[in-house]
């Protein structure tokens, strides 16, 4: 099958096909969406960046990508749409100066970074991540952009896990999922 022919109804099934559930990983009562597989499939990664690529409304300056799967959508979104590329990095990951954001966790609480001298005052920039659960994460990432002068215009996933709050907790915020789990 060509990377043409995986588009729309059919890059969807497949990727479906293609991303594992794995229960009680990390931990008991977690169930973990391993994406894996649909990296390692050329035809349907390449689908799935186009996709969420061809979603996006109007010009973008920045793709910010969150550690760690979300690197790995983020890089090849922002080449298809011509645009930077923004590494969101665990605390402690990125040599200073940064702006960092903390957020609360069931257990805790983490914080987000980015060095705030790649980040232009006025950049309009997509956040893109592989699963929106909570929204903790994605939430932490918009005020740390927004801190730094920028213009969150979108917020991408993969998947969505639905029956989690995170898109009542981005709400304001222009949010595309790919997959939606109930």
Do not use: Q, W, Y
């Given at each position: 099958m060509s990377s043409a022919a995986l588009r729309?109804?059919?890059?969807?099934?497949?990727?479906?096909?293609?991303?594992?559930?794995?229960?009680?990983?990390?931990?008991?009562?977690?169930?973990?969406?391993?994406i894996t597989p649909l990296l390692a499939d050329a035809e349907a990664f390449a689908g799935m960046v186009a996709e969420i690529a061809g979603r996006v409304d109007g010009p973008v300056d920045l793709v910010a990508g969150t550690e760690a799967?979300?690197?790995?959508?983020?890089?090849?979104?922002?080449?298809?749409?011509?645009?930077?590329?923004?590494?969101?990095?665990?605390?402690?990951?990125?040599?200073?100066?940064?702006a960092a954001e903390e957020y609360s966790l069931e257990y805790g609480t983490a914080t987000v970074e980015v060095h705030p001298f790649t980040v232009p005052r006025g950049a309009r920039v997509l956040i893109v991540d592989d699963v929106l659960a909570t929204g903790g994460t994605a939430g932490a990432t918009i005020r740390l952009?927004?801190?730094?002068?920028?213009?969150?215009?979108?917020?991408?996933?993969?998947?969505?896990?639905?029956?989690?709050?995170?898109?009542?907790?981005?709400?304001?915020?222009?949010?595309?999922?790919?997959i939606a789990v109930a």
């Open positions: 729309g109804d059919a890059l969807i099934h497949r990727m479906n096909e293609l991303i594992r559930d794995v229960p009680d990983f990390p931990s008991p009562g977690i169930g973990f969406k391993d799967r979300g690197f790995i959508l983020a890089a090849p979104v922002a080449m298809a749409l011509g645009a930077g590329f923004v590494p969101v990095r665990k605390h402690g990951k990125l040599p200073g100066p940064t952009f927004e801190r730094c002068g920028a213009e969150v215009v979108g917020l991408s996933f993969l998947v969505e896990l639905a029956f989690l709050p995170g898109r009542e907790v981005l709400a304001g915020h222009r949010v595309d999922s790919l």
